[in-house]
T-cell receptor, first 115, second 112 residues
Framework: NAGVTQTPKFQVLKTGQSMTLQCAQD?????MSWYRQDPGMGLRLIHY???????DQGEVPNGYNVSRSTTEDFPLRLLSAAPSQTSVYFC????FGLGTRDEQFFGPGTRLTVL | ELKVEQNPLFLSMQEGKNYTIYCNYS?????LYWYRQDPGKSLESLFV?????AVKQEGRLMASLDTKARLSTLHITAAVHDLSATYFC????????????FGTGTLLAVQP
């Protein structure tokens, strides 16, 4: 049971480049989400999904796209990277629904630098 | 809009001392989480508090939730150096989703 995995661990991009951050989980969790962590600002929700084919925006969605074609995978796409997107990105997953133990499990993170 | 505030933002304490981290939130929620993060690492779940009056303890850490006051506390008893880390509280936004709103974190440094 690998839990939540993220690739890559580190990435450097130039302004305007695009890339996809990968996230996968093997716990059969319905709920998956992406956060970014910036110094002094805690974690902020970018996008989330409550199941395959269903996604929605979080607090800071601009500049990011997501899709959820399978239960296991939830990639985050940066279409045209900007220096303001320099951050550490965390993917998380959990079971979904009231009455469940909806503790969220976090992946190891991707440290992204945009020059 | 749900807002979550933690204080203090930074806490330097001596080994053996007790202290409390506070987490206040602005709108009704019945679910609150505490996480620990070591430098350069991911978040580790410490406590899940799901109802008013919930109290959970693990080792030297104890968390409680008062939903009426919209307040959670993380109490540290007889601190040891290994507890040095950043601690985050996160509150479920109350909708029919698992969206979490995080506090800004408390950096705890336990000095020998």
């Amino acid at each position: 049971n690998a839990g939540v995995t993220q690739t890559p661990k580190f990435q450097v991009l130039k302004t305007g480049q695009s890339m996809t951050l990968q996230c996968a989980q093997d716990m059969n969790h319905e709920y998956m989400s992406w956060y970014r962590q910036d110094p002094g600002m805690g974690l902020r929700l970018i996008h989330y999904s409550v199941g395959a084919g269903i996604t929605d925006q979080g607090e800071v969605p601009n500049g990011y796209n997501v899709s959820r074609s399978t239960t296991e995978d939830f990639p985050l796409r940066l279409l045209s990277a900007a220096p303001s997107q320099t951050s550490v990105y965390f993917c998380a997953s959990s079971f979904f629904g009231l009455g469940t133990r909806d503790e969220q499990f976090f992946g190891p993170g991707t440290r992204l630098t945009v020059l | 809009e749900l807002k979550v505030e933690q204080n203090p933002l930074f806490l330097s304490m001596q080994e053996g001392k007790n202290y409390t981290i506070y987490c206040n939130y602005s709108t009704t929620s019945d679910r609150l989480y505490w996480y620990r993060q070591d430098p350069g690492k991911s978040l580790e779940s410490l406590f899940v508090l799901l109802s008013n009056g919930a109290v959970k303890q693990e080792g030297r850490l104890m968390a409680s939730l008062d939903t009426k006051a919209r307040l959670s506390t993380l109490h540290i008893t007889a601190a040891v150096h290994d507890l040095s880390a950043t601690y985050f509280c996160a509150v479920d936004d109350g909708g029919a989703t698992n969206k979490l709103i995080f506090g800004t974190g408390t950096l705890l440094a336990v000095q020998p």
